[in-house]
Every structure is written in C-alpha cells, then in structure tokens.
C-alpha cells in the first residue's frame, strides 16, 4: 500500500472517495481507489448537524474505526483546524494519532458558520491563516502528514483573491493547495497558474461528463480529486427508497427479488465474514 506523499509525487490524479464508516473504507479498496476522504460536511449530515458541529474526536474516531478496516490512507478535512495557531497544535498532534495521511485546513473563521453550506463563505485574514500554517508545519512530527491549505476565497473575495491567497500560502509552506471551484475554466486557470500538487474536488457527477478528464487535471498539477458527497448521497436515496417501499408494502425496484438477501451476503464478505470464521473454528475446537 503506498503512502498519499508518495502518489502525490507521482504523475496522477487520485481519486479519493467520501468514506464515513470502515465498509464504505472497504468498498473504496474494493473498487480500486488508493485513497479516501472523510468529509467534514458529509459526516455533519449523517449525524443530522453540519460540519460546523463536528469536533476533531469525532472524527479522529471515525478514522481510527476506518483505519482498523483499511489500510487505505485518508485524508482529512479538518474545516478551519479548530482554533487559532495554539490550538493547531493539538489539531496536528491527534491527527497524526490517529493516523491521518493528510489534513486539510481552511481559511474559514471559527466557529464555523452553518450558512458555509448555503455558499456564504466568513474567512479569516491572510496573514492569519499564514500563521495556522506555521503552526501546523511546527507541530508536524510525521513528516509524512500532508499540509493541505484550502481557501474559499472564490465566494467570499473573488477568483483573483483566491489565487492571491493560494500563492501565499504556498509560500507559508503548505504541501499542497486548494482553491474551492468546481468550474472547468478556473480550475485550469488555478493548474496554470499554481504550483503543483493541487487539490480538487471531483465532479459530483463524475468525470465521464467533466470538461476536463483526470488526465488533463494531472497535467496542470492536480494530484488529489475528493468526492466530497456523491457516496452519501447515493447511500441516502437507497436507504430513502428501501424505507418508502417497505413502509408502502412494495417491492423495492433497486434491489429487486432476492437482492436484498444477495446484497447482505456481499457485505458480509466485503467485512471478511469467512476469514472471521476460519480463525474462530481453527481456534475454538473443543479439546
């Protein structure tokens, strides 16, 4: 299994999948990703909050569940790092407890804001997210743990502003930046005129209708895509369906007969039910 600060120097894009729980982790592997994404926005819904909510044990927790799974690695986003630079620090040292390949760090005024979500965007000042970023790389023991600095200035100041601060971040030390667009344009704009490695997010609809394919985006020095909601949100309307059906006496047409019982058996071989069983009865004979 390769480190994510090894991919990353490689030539390509990696795709890394929303994973909220170990089998969505497994899944991922299944599929032949090489890395996940635990979103802070996506775990905020699934807990019916948001992501301004959430606190850093809970998803320290969440990946210490993944990563016991997994061996995939998993980049977190860790929103605005909760706190000032001093609070970085404990920010940096559980992250890399729990051992996280990379982090991802806004410049979102704290406490977050729940209107994040509606597209109105509070950040801090530049000079101050440079700050978080020293104090991030400070705390850093592992020097495997990537330093991703974000910014949502794209909203909140404009495209022009966002590659502004992009560029001083990149020289406060960031390993990695991302500017929040999800139009083709800016994003070959930022590769053009942004040192690599850059971050992304993937289109919710995939890259087969993208105007740029993952080759394209790793030529302007995209190195990381994270499907931030589109796992989740395919989860929710199966598990919207699966309820409306049962509640209405119907069959529900996604499963189809049988699939229900079809679909259970591959989870439990995706969670390593077998395995489970062989070590059980190897161990467990009576003498």
Same mark, same amino acid.
């Not at 991922?28 to 019916?48: H, I, P, T």
């Not at 890399?96 to 109105?120: C, K, M, S, T």
């Given at each position: 299994?390769? *480190?994510?600060?090894? &991919?990353?120097?490689?030539?390509?894009?990696?795709?890394?999948?929303?994973?909220?729980?170990?089998?969505?982790?497994?899944?991922?592997?299944?599929?032949?990703?090489?890395?996940?994404?635990?979103?802070?926005?996506?775990?905020?819904?699934?807990?019916?909050?948001?992501?301004?909510?959430?606190?850093?044990?809970?998803?320290?927790?969440?990946?210490?569940?993944?990563?016991?799974?997994?061996?995939?690695?998993?980049?977190?986003?860790? =929103?605005?790092?909760?706190?000032?630079?001093?609070?970085?620090?404990?920010?940096? +040292? &559980?992250?890399?407890?729990?051992?996280?390949?990379?982090?991802?760090?806004?410049?979102?005024?704290?406490?977050?804001?729940?209107?994040?979500?509606? /597209?109105?965007?509070?950040?801090?000042? %530049?000079?101050?997210?440079?700050? *978080?970023? +020293? +104090?991030?790389?400070?705390?850093?023991?592992?020097?495997?743990?990537?330093?991703?600095?974000?910014?949502?200035?794209?909203?909140?100041? =404009?495209?022009?502003?966002?590659?502004?601060?992009?560029?001083?971040?990149?020289?406060? /030390?960031?390993?990695? &930046?991302?500017?929040? %667009?999800?139009?083709?344009?800016?994003?070959?704009?930022? =590769?053009?005129?942004?040192?690599?490695?850059?971050?992304?997010?993937?289109?919710?609809? =995939?890259?087969?209708?993208?105007?740029?394919?993952?080759?394209?985006?790793?030529?302007?020095?995209?190195?990381? !895509?994270?499907?931030?909601?589109?796992?989740?949100?395919?989860?929710? *309307?199966?598990?919207?369906?699966?309820?409306?059906?049962?509640?209405?006496?119907?069959?529900?047409?996604?499963?189809?007969?049988?699939? !229900?019982? *079809?679909?259970?058996?591959?989870?439990?071989?995706?969670?390593?039910?077998?395995?489970?069983?062989?070590?059980?009865?190897?161990?467990?004979?009576?003498?």
């Amino acid at each position: 299994m390769q *480190k994510l600060n090894e &991919l990353i120097r490689g030539n390509e894009l990696i795709v890394a999948p929303v994973a909220l729980n170990p089998i969505m982790a497994r899944l991922a592997a299944q599929a032949g990703f090489k890395a996940v994404y635990l979103s802070g926005g996506s775990l905020g819904w699934l807990k019916c909050v948001t992501e301004a909510n959430l606190t850093l044990p809970e998803l320290a927790e969440v990946a210490l569940d993944m990563r016991a799974a997994c061996r995939l690695p998993i980049v977190l986003d860790a =929103g605005g790092g909760w706190g000032d630079p001093v609070h970085v620090h404990r920010t940096i +040292a &559980l992250t890399e407890a729990a051992g996280f390949a990379a982090i991802e760090i806004e410049d979102q005024l704290l406490p977050r804001r729940v209107e994040h979500h509606v /597209g109105i965007d509070h950040l801090v000042p %530049t000079d101050f997210m440079v700050k *978080k970023i +020293a +104090a991030a790389r400070e705390a850093r023991h592992n020097p495997d743990l990537i330093i991703i600095a974000r910014t949502n200035a794209r909203r909140a100041g =404009g495209f022009d502003e966002a590659l502004r601060r992009a560029e001083v971040f990149h020289k406060a /030390g960031a390993d990695m &930046l991302f500017c929040y %667009t999800r139009n083709a344009e800016e994003l070959r704009i930022m =590769g053009e005129r942004l040192p690599p490695p850059l971050m992304m997010f993937a289109p919710p609809d =995939g890259f087969s209708t993208f105007a740029l394919s993952p080759g394209d985006l790793a030529r302007l020095g995209y190195r990381l !895509a994270a499907s931030s909601g589109t796992a989740f949100a395919a989860m929710v *309307k199966a598990v919207r369906q699966s309820y409306d059906c049962l509640a209405q006496d119907r069959m529900d047409p996604f499963l189809g007969p049988g699939g !229900a019982e *079809k679909e259970m058996k591959a989870a439990q071989e995706t969670c390593g039910l077998d395995a489970l069983l062989e070590i059980e009865r190897r161990t467990m004979k009576e003498a």
